[in-house]
């Protein structure tokens, strides 16, 4: 059954640091990966999806992932982190069947000024 | 944005009393889910439909019962709501079957049983 594994529930960072946020995927057949974003009182959006087209995928807001297939994981980063990046961030597997979606527990990024 | 609406927004209920959400799209998507939030687990599934009056069980579907009886609309029912069932609730849509494909997210419904 396929599941993620995202480590840390919450992340710290100053303005303008590095981001990254982990997450491990298990999977017993090549996996549709997801990262969405939720802003506080919102739905979530997506931010970047893999579909095994290439291995670094590049999503919305500065924010890329990298599938790592040796390492069974999806970090997601970003450069330079800005204010309006606080939010709380999902990462997610797809089941095979009607594309249901299985999420991580969630990341939520804090950004100190 | 997708047209996804969800309705209501925020209730307050009471133990033991029926209560029905609904989701409304515009986007004229075949398939539709519902999920529950909670602190510490993520987003969860609780049911889904592939179709009008096609709908099947999701994880946590233990207390809710779903109808779809137009594509534009998925109603999610708690028949008997519990403390446990407070949560938010969000619905989404995606346009097709593959694994591939993402979901839109409504706006979510907060709901608190006392």
């Known amino acids: 059954a396929q599941s993620v594994t995202q480590l840390g529930s919450h992340v710290s960072v100053s303005e303008g640091a590095l981001v990254l946020l982990r997450c491990n995927y298990s999977s017993s057949v090549p996996p549709y990966l997801f990262w969405y974003v939720q802003y506080p009182n919102q739905g979530l959006q997506l931010l970047l999806k893999y579909t095994s087209a290439a291995t670094l995928v590049k999503g919305i807001n500065g924010f890329e992932a990298e599938f790592k297939k040796s390492e069974t994981s999806f970090h997601l980063t970003k450069p330079s982190a800005h204010m309006s990046d606080a939010a709380e961030y999902f990462c997610?597997?797809?089941?095979?069947?009607?594309?249901?979606?299985?999420f991580g527990t969630g990341t939520r990024l804090l950004v100190s000024p | 944005d997708a047209g996804i609406t969800q309705s209501p927004r925020h209730k307050v209920t009471e133990t033991g009393t029926p209560v029905t959400l609904r989701c409304h799209q515009t986007?004229?998507?075949?398939?539709m889910y519902w999920y529950r939030q909670d602190p510490g687990h993520g987003l969860r599934l609780i049911h889904y439909?592939?179709?009008?009056?096609?709908?099947d069980k999701g994880e946590v579907s233990d207390g809710y019962s779903v109808s779809r009886s137009k594509t534009e609309d998925f109603l999610l029912t708690l028949e008997s709501a519990t403390s446990s069932q407070t949560s938010v609730y969000f619905c989404?849509?995606?346009?097709?079957?593959?694994?591939?494909?993402?979901?839109?997210f409504g706006p979510g419904t907060r709901l608190t049983v006392l």
């Open positions: 989404a849509i995606s346009a097709g079957v593959r694994s591939y494909n993402e979901q839109f």
């Open positions: 986007e004229n998507h075949r398939y």
């Open positions: 439909s592939y179709g009008v009056k096609d709908t």
């Open positions: 997610a597997v797809s089941r095979t069947g009607f594309q249901k979606l299985v």
